[in-house]
Every structure is written in C-alpha cells, then in structure tokens.
C-alpha cells in the first residue's frame, strides 16, 4: 500500500457514511485509492457531463454559446454559467440574464433539450458519443435528468478528473473555457453553503475562488475548479498544485461532508507540498 493509499484510507474510515470510494490524481494519474469504487449516484456532479457535451458541440459547429436558449435574452453560455435567471427546478424566470447566480437543474434540462434539436439526437447518445466513449467511462450510465442522472464507478469520475487535469481527448482552450470565470463576479447561493458574494462559475465548472464556507480546502488554489453533488459525490481539479481528487458513495451530502471534504483535501495537498511540487503548467484562457 502507497503512503497516498495510507492517507486516503485513514480519512475515509473516519466519514460517518456507508459505503464511499476516493481517488487521488496527479498529471501522470491516479497515485492513490481507497474504499469501495462503487457504481454510486453522482447527483449533480452529472453537470460537468452535459456542460463538456455542450462545449464540445460548440466546438464541432453543432452549436454556439452566445445563441438563445432558454428564458428571454439567455443564450447557451447564460445557461452553462447559471446566469440566465432561470428558476432552480422549474421554467419560472427569477432575474434578467446575467444579473444573478441562481443555481439551476432546470438550466442543465434545457441545454439538453437544445443539444437534443440542434443535433437530431437524443442527448445520451450525445454523451456516449461526445464523451463517455472517449475517455473509456464504461460504467457511467444518464437514468433521468442530464442535470443529476449519472450514476458510475469512482474510477469513472478518476477518469473525468485525469482529462480535466491532463486534457488529451478535449483540446486544452476547450478546457481552459470551461474553468475560466463566466459573467466574473455575479453574487448567488451555493447550495449547502449558503450566500456567496462573488459566487464565480466557468461553463458548467464551480470555481473555487475565495469562498468560505466551501466544500474544498481554504489551501486549494482560487483556480481549482469542479462540482459536488447531494449524493455524496465529488471531484475537484488544482492545476496549479497539479492534483484531482474524486469520491462517491452511498451516503447523501450533510454536515459530515462540510468537514470530512475540505479535511481529507488539506491532507492531499499538504502530502503534495511535502513530498515537493509537482510540475507547474499555466492554463491557455480564451
């Protein structure tokens, strides 16, 4: 067993949770597991799914951020950024586009539905196609929502976090778009942590910037990006300390991940610094 096994091992035995799985990345791929790989619900962890599907649509032709979608002057980026005003879980119009962060599932329905019309095909086609066969995420299945449907093994979302970190499959502008703050300095609720003043996205991607509270570490760099979802499932990206980290489970979001999350990801980056920084690659912005 590596140190990196260690370490993941004498966290996860202490999450107050059933059964979970997590794995630790650097630029060359996972250095370090522990726990169960599951499959597991991955909840709305699914957004970076359909926001990569979208972007590389974008990048094909096949569609264009700036044209409408969704309530009236929104257009596609409006809708990756959850800037459109769009209600959370219905078609009710709460703001004018680009005026607040108002985090929406609804907004991640309707960028489906017009990947759905603008390609002909149904949007899990599109994400096999696009995405899940690429990179080999053979376990990953889209049952419902293309806002929180996923559900897949730990190594799946370890896959995910290795193309994030290392892009092979998607050109690195498409990644450094994704993670590059979107309508920079919108105010809006994080949901589980409350009011966030800025609250800054990139396309589908949370942004870690200086928020507190927060579900990563106070020492993950303000250009960490990801997503975690009510199921219990995470996955972060630090390019500037060269590391992902990814988990899933059986157990829902709670209190228990507020403090277990950001503990288990001082940890790994402490274990980083120790060890010596790994290479340092400065991310292409569009």
């Known amino acids: ?51 990569l599907v979208a972007l590389d649509a974008v990048q094909t032709g096949a569609a264009d951020l700036d044209e409408p979608v969704g309530p009236p002057g929104a257009t596609l980026r409006h809708l990756l950024a959850h800037a459109s005003g769009v209600a959370r879980d219905s078609d009710t119009v709460k703001a004018p586009p680009g005026q607040r962060r108002l985090y929406s599932n609804r907004g991640f329905e309707l960028i489906a539905e017009h990947l759905e019309s603008r390609v002909g095909l149904p949007f899990a086609e599109q994400l096999q196609h696009r995405l899940l066969r690429p990179l080999r995420m053979t376990g ?64 589908g991607f949370e942004l870690r910037g200086h928020k507190s509270p927060h579900w990563m570490s106070p020492d993950n760099s303000p250009t960490a990006f990801g997503h975690f979802g009510q199921s219990g499932a995470f996955l972060w990206v630090d390019a500037e300390a060269g590391l992902a980290l990814v988990s899933a489970g059986d157990t829902a979001f709670g209190p228990w991940a507020s403090t277990w999350w950001p503990r288990l990801s001082t940890r790994v980056l402490a274990r980083s610094r120790q060890g010596g920084h790994p290479p340092r690659h400065d991310r292409q912005l569009s």
Do not use: I
């Not at 996860?12 to 619900?41: I, M």
């Not at 979107?182 to 396309?203: I, V």
């Open 140 to 203: 990953t299945r889209l049952e419902g929502s293309p806002a929180h449907g996923a559900s897949g093994p730990v190594t799946d979302l370890a896959l995910l976090a290795h193309e994030l970190l290392q892009p092979t499959w998607f050109p690195v502008e498409l990644v450094a778009t994704a993670t590059s703050p979107a309508f920079e300095g919108l105010a809006g609720l994080l949901p589980g942590f409350g009011r966030q003043a800025p609250n800054d996205w990139g396309l």
């Open 1 to 51: 067993m590596s140190s990196a096994d260690q370490l993941l091992s004498q966290e996860l035995v202490s999450w107050p949770v059933g059964s979970a799985g997590v794995t630790l990345l650097d630029r060359s791929g996972p250095v370090g597991s522990a726990g169960d790989s599951g499959p597991y619900p991955w909840a709305s962890v699914t957004k970076l799914l359909t926001a």
